[in-house]
């Protein structure tokens, strides 16, 4: 649990914090937030295992260990979940959607991601009350520019685009909703094993082909990070692109002369 934890944690702050930063750690805001989603998350599902009989000590284990491996999508499980309560499962499936920090080795959107949003959204509901106010969205006490807002808002919609039209084709290809849901997401996010039919005592050999080609590029999609995925899908990238010193970049696979 551990080191799946820290695995889904910045590499970039845990170096700092080796080499004689620790406060980096508890400084960084994301970092915060990732640590509180873990205790808060395990906490519910630990609660959840209890009420439904589990021994104490087994909940808080199991908790912990399923909620941190399917927040850092390292895929694994210390007990078939598809059997506990559905609330337990509810909180499952929410971390499926968040992913750990940015610059770890997890999958799926990132906490960083969550919480720009999240500010953003807050400060246009402020900014309904004081119109002319100058409130800026901020990280770490430093303003996040505009370009980089409108980038993760981007990310975020051709995220849930994409999911949701992933999930309709899995579904008509046969699937359930339950496993067309839980199967998107986990192949989005490179989470692992999703539920109902594809839980983390199953696999995805039963499902219709074409549903596996979608599910690939689903996992495809999800390593790459979306926008490097659209940007490959730019006409202009392949023509060539405008660099900056006036000069214009060869084709990508053409030897530039």
């Known amino acids: 649990t551990i080191f799946m934890f820290l695995a889904g944690a910045n590499f970039a702050i845990q170096y700092r914090a080796l080499r004689g930063e620790p406060r980096s750690l508890v400084l960084d805001e994301e970092f915060r937030v990732y640590t509180a989603v873990v205790i808060v998350a395990a906490a519910l599902v630990g609660v959840f295992l209890w009420r439904a009989d589990m021994p104490p000590s087994a909940a808080i284990r199991h908790g912990f260990f399923q909620v941190v491996s399917i927040l850092t999508t390292t895929g694994f499980a210390s007990s078939d979940y598809q059997q506990w309560p559905d609330q337990a499962k509810m909180v499952l499936l929410a971390l499926m959607f968040i992913g750990g920090c ?55 919609l051709f995220y849930l685009l994409i999911f949701a039209v992933f999930t309709g084709i899995v579904a008509l290809l046969g699937a359930d909703i339950v496993t067309a849901i839980t199967a998107t997401v986990a192949s989005l996010g490179n989470v692992g094993p999703g539920m109902g039919t594809v839980g983390p005592m199953s696999n ?54």
């Open 102 to 156: 940015a610059g770890s080795a997890s999958g799926g959107p990132k906490v960083v991601r969550y919480m720009l949003v999240a500010r953003y959204t807050m400060l246009e509901l402020s900014r309904t009350l004081h119109p002319r106010g100058v409130l800026p969205v901020k990280l770490g006490g430093r303003v996040v520019p505009d370009e980089v807002m409108r980038a993760v808002i981007v990310f975020m």
């Open 204 to 257: 995805f050999a039963h499902l219709n082909p074409v549903s596996k080609v979608v599910l690939t590029i689903a996992m495809w999609i999800g390593r790459l990070e979306l926008i490097t995925v659209l940007a490959l899908l730019q006409p202009r990238l392949w023509r060539g692109a405008t660099w900056a010193g006036g000069r214009k970049a060869a084709a990508v696979g053409t030897p530039r002369r």
